[in-house]
Structures are given as structure tokens and as C-alpha cells.
């Protein structure tokens, strides 16, 4: 290679390069090696958020199916539809047969910049596909992400664009990565046989308690506000709403965040924890939506009204839907936007 | 997606995130409490961290050396001893000591025939002979395969003989009553939190309540449903600051309070209450001479106190802005403030 200011020659004509050319020649060789090394550091940078987001599901170690509707584009003003799925899989849990304790599908509205949560109650009976009917959260256990969003297009008509699945544990790393949430805790909390998640065994119980009122609160205690529901008499509804709080109180410390070295660190923390089948682009596109988010852009859904408590024919205490009730609710909430 | 445009696209986004402005959060500091100079907190404001026991007077800050983990001091009226909530790994108990958190007594046991015991929230009569409190003392065994409700009830302790006596049954799995205080300037009332549900479909309600302890009468001061909690009541016993739940935060109001109550009243006396200020607010507690309202509040993420004058004329009102005492110190929110001269 020539040194730096001698004159080159141009194989073709053998006509000497114009020292013009020539620079900017060099110029455009450093441009690309710069661009490489960002493109490399920036790969470096982000590993660990790749890694998370690989799509498949370690519940079942196999590879998500595709989703009945195909996500809308990124340039999209369509809606789109997560479902968050939420686990027990502590030690007395087999990695393949978890049931989704919570089911959450978040509708991002862009055009209209609202979100609306709406909360699937696990002890609904449905139709899961290719199986007999049982409570929802059976599906997941059953045939992991695909078999629930399956499920919830189905019963509920809502197009599944995406799905996350987290872990108890990933729930608290979340809530500690943000630096805790702060929430109202709508009832004192009291809880004499909570499940102690984090012992050796998975099997014992500890006791718990959360005064009343705003607070803050770290990833442990967040986790037994959203997870008791022994001193409630709501019980699956009252821990509904409290999971929905949860997650509008990581929200709004999301949005106070560094996003941009925020990333890689979450990613790192919580790999194995939390599962998605979103790529990288649209879960950063969705993250800087969600920072522009308010409180009154966010509602909250529930379809308590609709549902009775039954016992199913093998003796399990379930809820039965209206369906046409529901249906119709959900045509409130989601307009035109719901599977024919 | 092809991982190199992703990578393209993402940089692009990364870098629009750069360019987003936000309000950052906070970060909790740790054990540490950062004053804001130049407040003189008049008398002496306890308040706890990291369940660490802080007093603040004057400019000055000292952290109260009391063994393990405390929350809910109370002090009495003339400042002269102060109770806790001294937590273990699973119970808690009520302990009081001088105004430096030595000489502790242990008043409640941390556990009972019926298991192991929760003891929050003490709070002095005027005379400091009695602490009221809570407890799931008297609570029916209970375990996983037979789930037995635990609520926390209110229970009054005398100082002189040592009883202990159950004032307030809870319901049941509502996690039970809260904040409750003898009423100053009388002897036999109280006001606390009643936790239930109410509405259609059922939600979670806090009502304020008012009790004769002489007859065991019970009056709700605010509506169902709604949630109006942690009352604290002024000196005087006249007027009571509590925290009302909206879509858009928790608010500090003030009510009168009649000298008492034989029913309920329509409207409800919290519906005529004042707005006293907005925001995501706290653990409201009155300076010994009425002339303020101490809470915490949330901003950026931290919850720290504040001090907020207040005039009594002719209607209740605040007498200027809240003066931050602390910043980005993360005090305990969970855990009342307490104030003496």
C-alpha cells in the first residue's frame, strides 16, 4: 500500500489520479472501517438484548408458532396486540408444564396514542385448541406460547401479534433494574401462607404484609403485591387489577429512564427469565412509543361482569363466560381491529 | 428480520431515544437522607428510611440508633417517650422507649397461641397512658390447606396495667383496619381506615372511620365507594387531614370534625372537604401548635417530606407553598411520620 500523500495511478487510462480523488478515496475506505467498527461495537453492545430475543420458547424448547394475524408494518398506524404472559416456575414447577398465572394482552393504538390493558381471568373455561376445554391457563402448559395465543384468538377473537412470557423471577428483576415502582397499595396486604418462591424447596410459605397507601416498592415486594391473593376477596380479579397496576407503575419508570444504556443491561439481567417473540426493532419502536405514554392514555380492561363462577364437570371451581357479552365488550375496546 | 437492518434501524430508534427528552427518576441513594438546607423543621419530625428511625430538628438531622428494623414512630404530646413498629424476619412488635431510642420496652409479644404476630402503627392518647394499634392477635389458625382470614384489627394497650383488649374486629380478607389514633382534647374516641369492598362489579373502598370507645359505636365519615385513608388528626382534635385516591393521584384534603357522631351523615363530611394539595401524597401528621402539615410526597420517583403551613382564621387553609426538607431520598412511605414539640 502506497504511503499516505504519494501520487496514485489509475490502472484503467494510467492517467495520475487528481489529489482530490485520491483523498477523498481514503476518505470513503476510513468511512466504511468506522462504520464496521460501530456496526461491531454496536453488536457487542447489544448481544445480550439479541440473545433474549430469540425466537423460541425455552418452556417447551421449541420453536413459537406465528401468529394468526401477521404483525402490522413498522411505518403501521394499526393496532397491536402482546399478550404478557406471567408464570410460576419455582423449583416445584416442570419447565415444560407452566401455567400462565397471568394473561395481560396490551393493544397499542398508535393512531389514537392510547393503550388499553385488558385481563384474562385464569380460571376462565375455554376451548383450547386440539385439546378438551379446560381453564385458560392450562394452554400455556400445554403447548407453551403458540397453544395460549391460539387459545386467546380463539375464545376472545383478538389477533396475537406478540407474546412475552415472564418468570417470577424475571418479575423482580424487572421492578429492581428500573430501581423499584411505586405504587398504591389498595388494601393492606396479608398473607400468612404465601407461597415462598425463592426457598430451596419451592414448597414453603412465608408470612407477608403490605401497608395500604402509595409506596415504594422493590422487585420482592411488588411480586408478593401482585401474586397474594389470600387476603382478598376478590381474589383472581382483585390480583388482576393489581398486576395491571404493576405494570403502569414499571411503565412510568421506564419512561424516566436512559433507554439507549438501559437496554443492554435489562437484556443481560434478565435472559432466561423473560421470553418474547419480538424483534429487536419493534420492542425498541414499542419502548419509545411507551415513553410518550400518560396515565390517561392507558386503560384498563377487565371482563369481570361478564363471567360466573361454575364447578366443571370434573369438580374444578371455574369461571363461565357470556360470550356474546364479552364480545361485545371487546368490540367496545378494540372497534374493528378483532379476528372475524 | 434481517438482523442487519435491524441493527440499522434500531441505532436509528436508539439514537431518536437519545434525542426523547423525560423527567429522569431517582435513584434510591441507599441509607442515606439528603436535607435540603436552609428548612429548620420546627419541634422534632421522626420518620424512617430503609427502616432506620430519622429525626429532624431544626437543621439538624440525627439517625436514632434502635437495634433492627422499625417503622410508624408515634410520639406522645409532650415528646417525651416514642413508640415503634420493630419488625423481625416474620412478626413485628410494639416498643417504646425515650425521644433517643433508649430505655425500649417491648409492649406486644411477637407471637401467640395462634402463631406468630403482626404489631404496627402505635399511636399515644393524650395523656400518653394508652397505645392504640394494630394486630392479627386473636386471628383462627390457619394454613395452606386451610386458609383462615389474618386481618389486622385495632387494639389499645395500657401502659399502667399491661392489658392489651381488641377495640375494632376487621372484616375479613380485607387485610383489615388501618391509622388508627386516639382523637386529642377527648378520651374515649378514635379515627382510623376501615378496608372493605363496595360498588358493582365490587373494587377495593377505604373509609374513614370515627368510634366511640366508651360505647363501641362505629360512624363512617366518607362515602363507599371511594378510597379516604390515613387520617391524622390536629392537635385540637377539630379537624382531621386524610388522603383521597383520584384517577390521577392521592390528594391531601382537611375536614372539621363534629365533637361526635350518633349516625351517618349525608352528604358525607369528607365530601366538603378542602383540598389542601395535589400530587402522589403521604402519611399527612400536624405540627404540635396546628401551624402545618407534614407529608411525604412523591417527586421524581422519591418520596420526601415536605412541610406546608397552614391557617386556621376563618376557614382551614394552606398559608403558602410546601417546603421540601428532604430530596431524592427515598423515605419509607409505608411508615407514618410522627411530630412533637
Known amino acids: ?340 | 428480520m434481517n438482523r442487519r437492518i435491524s441493527i440499522g434501524v434500531l441505532s436509528a430508534l436508539l439514537a431518536m431515544a437519545g434525542c426523547t427528552s423525560s423527567t429522569p427518576v431517582a435513584h434510591d441513594p441507599g441509607r442515606v437522607v439528603l436535607p435540603v438546607k436552609q428548612v429548620p423543621v420546627p419541634g422534632r419530625i421522626y420518620a424512617t428510611k430503609s427502616r432506620a428511625l430519622y429525626r429532624f430538628s431544626g437543621t439538624t438531622l440525627t439517625r436514632l440508633r434502635f437495634g433492627s428494623s422499625v417503622k410508624d414512630p408515634a410520639v406522645t404530646p409532650a415528646g417525651d417517650r416514642i413508640a415503634v413498629a420493630q419488625l423481625q424476619d416474620q412478626s413485628s412488635t410494639i416498643v417504646v422507649s425515650d425521644p433517643n431510642g433508649r430505655n425500649r420496652q417491648t409492649l406486644t409479644p411477637p407471637a401467640g397461641a395462634e402463631g406468630t404476630l403482626w404489631a404496627f402503627a402505635p399511636g399515644f392518647d393524650r395523656d400518653g397512658h394508652r397505645i392504640v394499634y394494630l394486630t392479627d392477635r386473636g386471628k383462627p389458625p390457619s394454613s395452606p390447606q386451610n386458609l383462615q382470614p389474618n386481618d389486622l384489627g385495632v387494639w389499645s394497650y395500657d401502659l399502667a396495667t399491661g392489658q392489651s383488649r381488641r377495640l375494632v374486629q376487621p372484616f375479613a380478607y380485607t387485610g383489615g383496619d388501618s391509622d388508627p389514633s386516639y382523637r386529642p382534647g377527648v378520651s374515649d374516641q378514635l379515627v382510623y381506615t376501615t378496608y372493605l369492598y363496595g360498588g358493582v362489579p365490587a373494587e377495593p373502598v377505604a373509609r374513614l372511620t370515627w368510634m366511640s370507645t366508651r360505647t363501641g359505636a362505629t360512624v363512617y365519615l366518607s362515602p363507599d365507594p371511594g378510597r379516604n385513608f390515613e387520617p391524622a388528626l390536629s392537635p385540637d382534635g377539630r379537624y382531621v387531614a386524610f388522603i383521597r385516591a383520584t384517577p390521577g393521584g392521592d390528594d391531601l384534603y382537611v375536614m372539621p370534625l363534629a365533637p361526635t357522631y350518633n349516625r351517618e351523615l349525608r352528604p358525607y363530611p369528607s365530601e366538603s372537604a378542602v383540598l389542601i394539595q395535589s400530587g402522589i401524597i403521604a402519611q399527612p401528621v400536624w405540627a404540635p401548635d396546628a401551624s402545618a402539615i407534614a407529608f411525604l410526597e412523591l417527586v421524581n420517583g422519591s418520596f420526601d417530606l415536605f412541610i406546608l403551613p397552614i391557617a386556621t382564621d376563618t376557614t382551614i387553609h394552606a398559608a403558602g407553598v410546601a417546603q421540601a426538607v428532604t430530596h431524592g431520598s427515598f423515605l419509607d412511605a409505608d411508615s407514618r411520620l410522627a411530630w412533637s414539640p
Not at chain 1, 380463539?154 to 429492581?176: E, Q
Open chain 1, 1 to 340: 500500500m502506497p504511503a499516505l500523500g504519494s501520487m496514485n495511478h489509475s490502472p484503467a487510462t494510467g492517467v495520475p489520479d487528481a489529489p482530490g480523488s485520491h483523498r477523498l478515496r481514503w476518505i470513503a475506505l476510513g468511512a466504511i472501517v468506522v462504520a464496521l467498527a460501530l456496526i461491531g461495537a454496536v453488536l457487542i453492545y447489544l448481544s445480550p438484548v439479541l440473545a433474549l430475543l430469540e425466537p423460541h420458547d425455552p418452556a417447551l424448547g421449541r420453536v413459537a408458532g406465528a401468529p394468526a394475524a401477521t404483525p402490522p408494518p413498522l411505518d403501521s398506524k394499526q393496532r397491536i396486540n402482546i399478550l404478557l404472559l406471567g408464570s410460576d416456575n419455582d423449583q416445584k414447577f416442570r419447565g415444560d408444564a407452566l401455567l400462565s398465572q397471568t394473561m395481560i394482552v396490551v393493544s397499542i393504538d398508535p393512531s389514537a396514542h392510547q393503550v388499553t390493558m385488558l385481563s384474562l381471568p385464569r380460571d376462565l373455561w375455554v376451548e383450547i385448541p386440539g385439546h378438551p376445554s379446560a381453564k385458560i391457563d392450562l394452554a400455556y402448559a400445554l403447548g407453551g406460547a403458540p397453544l395460549a395465543r391460539a387459545t386467546v384468538e380463539k375464545a376472545f377473537k383478538i389477533p396475537i401479534h406478540y407474546y412475552a412470557w415472564v418468570g417470577l423471577n424475571g418479575l423482580v428483576r424487572v421492578v429492581d433494574r428500573v430501581g423499584g415502582v411505586d405504587i398504591d397499595v389498595l388494601h393492606p396486604v396479608l398473607d400468612d401462607n404465601y407461597p415462598n418462591d425463592f426457598s430451596d424447596s419451592g414448597y414453603g410459605t412465608e408470612r407477608v404484609y403490605l401497608a395500604a397507601g402509595p409506596q415504594h416498592l422493590d422487585g420482592r415486594h411488588a411480586l408478593q403485591y401482585v401474586r397474594s391473593r389470600h387476603g382478598d376477596l376478590l381474589s383472581d380479579f382483585g390480583r388482576s387489577v393489581r398486576q395491571q397496576q404493576l405494570l403502569l407503575a414499571i411503565q412510568h419508570r421506564v419512561a424516566g429512564m436512559d433507554l439507549v444504556s438501559a437496554l443492554p443491561t435489562f437484556a443481560r439481567d434478565l435472559n432466561g427469565h423473560v421470553k418474547t417473540d419480538l424483534d429487536l426493532v419493534r420492542l425498541t419502536q414499542l419502548a419509545l412509543f411507551m415513553r410518550g405514554i400518560h396515565p390517561g392514555d392507558v386503560h384498563q380492561a377487565y371482563i369481570s361482569s361478564y363471567v360466573r363462577d361454575a364447578t366443571s364437570a370434573d369438580g374444578q371451581q371455574i369461571l363461565v363466560a357470556e360470550w356474546p357479552a364479552v364480545h361485545a365488550y371487546l368490540v367496545q375496546l378494540f372497534g374493528g381491529d378483532l379476528l372475524p
